[in-house]
């Protein structure tokens, strides 16, 4: 069975960054599309960016300029590179690809 995991999460100061990272465990699997969403405390899980398999880069307005999505095709690795991180960043990070598959989530917590 495929699973994604996630890893680069931890607690930094607002203004700091963090770098994730995606990758697939199991069965030998070709990232095709991959998210990221998170989910902060009491609150419903959030869309945060995606990258297509050749590159093309959405964000939601909360992260546009701070984040940055990319991938590593030949490492079959993805990245979400968050910079100027503020306290409302804090939650737990996932990484998604089709066919519904997820990871178990990193957690990210931003503080004053």
């Known amino acids: 069975q495929v699973q994604l995991m996630e890893s680069g999460g931890g607690m930094v100061h607002s203004g700091g960054s963090l770098r994730l990272s995606c990758t697939p465990s199991g069965s030998i699997y070709k990232i095709a599309v991959m998210r990221w969403y998170r989910q902060a405390p009491g609150k419903q899980r959030e869309w945060v960016a995606s990258?297509?398999?050749?590159?093309?880069?959405k964000y939601s307005d909360d992260v546009k300029g701070r984040f940055t999505i990319s991938r590593d095709n030949a490492k079959n690795t993805g990245f979400l590179q968050m910079n100027s991180l503020k306290l409302e960043d804090t939650a737990v990070y996932y990484c998604?690809?089709?066919?519904?598959?997820w990871g178990q989530g990193t957690q990210v917590t931003v503080s004053s």
């Open positions: 990258i297509s398999n050749i590159g093309d880069t």
């Open positions: 998604n690809t089709d066919g519904d598959i």
